[in-house]
């Protein structure tokens, strides 16, 4: 998909600098085409920053681009001018000569929010074994949960904890008064679900699992 992305991206500079070229060199330019030139130029530099997912100096976009590096300059000010007037999620941050493409820190919660729930590949088989056991058996204490996996949670539930799958919901009334977890509603959004209650029943795990 990222191959996709970036031929497309590619396709598109190339198409965006020819048709710039060639309205530069089209003889004496009207307002407009002037507006058109600067526009496209300023898309050109903006997939370049895009694509380069670091700081990158005026001076190699320059070269890239065939404009000059002042230009280049004014163009990304005014991208970055464009970005913060109607409020984008993107943000263009100046690091000396340099300019990179960076997600604004106003929505760095949601940024932050998704990279824990997002999850999927990264969560380790005990981490897997510990969310089910919890989401069936909730509220529940790390003893049990040990209990029934055999071996112990705590890194498990750590993990889970960090990635908001799980919380802590009180304390056992039992000696030692361990803390009880169950699921949070991340737990449901990731998986798609409105309630605990459509949580697939054990049997029909089982059944699947024979098939």
């Not at 198409?15 to 330019?29: I, V």
């Not at 493409?101 to 999850?119: A, D, L, M, S, Y």
Request: glycine share 4%; no cysteine.
């Amino acid at each position: 998909m990222f191959l996709f992305l970036h031929l497309r991206i590619v396709f598109a500079i190339l198409t965006n600098m020819e048709t710039a070229q060639d309205l530069t060199h089209q003889g004496a330019e009207t307002p407009h085409d002037a507006a058109n030139v600067a526009a496209q130029r300023k898309a050109v530099l903006e997939a370049l920053l895009f694509v380069a997912g670091e700081a990158v100096p005026a001076a190699s976009l320059a070269k890239s681009t065939d404009v000059s590096e002042k230009e280049v300059v004014q163009l990304i000010l005014e991208l970055a001018a464009d970005y913060r007037q109607r409020g984008a999620g993107l943000v263009i941050r100046q690091i000396e000569d340099s300019f990179q493409i960076v997600t604004n820190p106003e929505f760095g919660q949601w940024v932050k929010r998704f990279r824990n729930v997002n999850v999927s590949t990264k969560l380790s088989q005990p981490a897997l074994e510990t969310l089910a056991i919890i989401a069936y058996k909730q509220p529940i204490t790390r003893v049990e949960i040990d209990q029934l996996r055999g071996v112990n949670s705590d890194g498990a539930i750590k993990t889970l904890l960090e990635k908001r799958l799980i919380k802590i919901v009180g304390k056992k009334e039992v000696p030692g008064r361990p803390f009880l977890y169950a699921t949070t509603k991340d737990f449901l959004q990731y998986f798609g679900l409105s309630s605990l209650s459509e949580l697939p029943s054990i049997p029909d795990i089982l059944r699947d699992e024979a098939a």
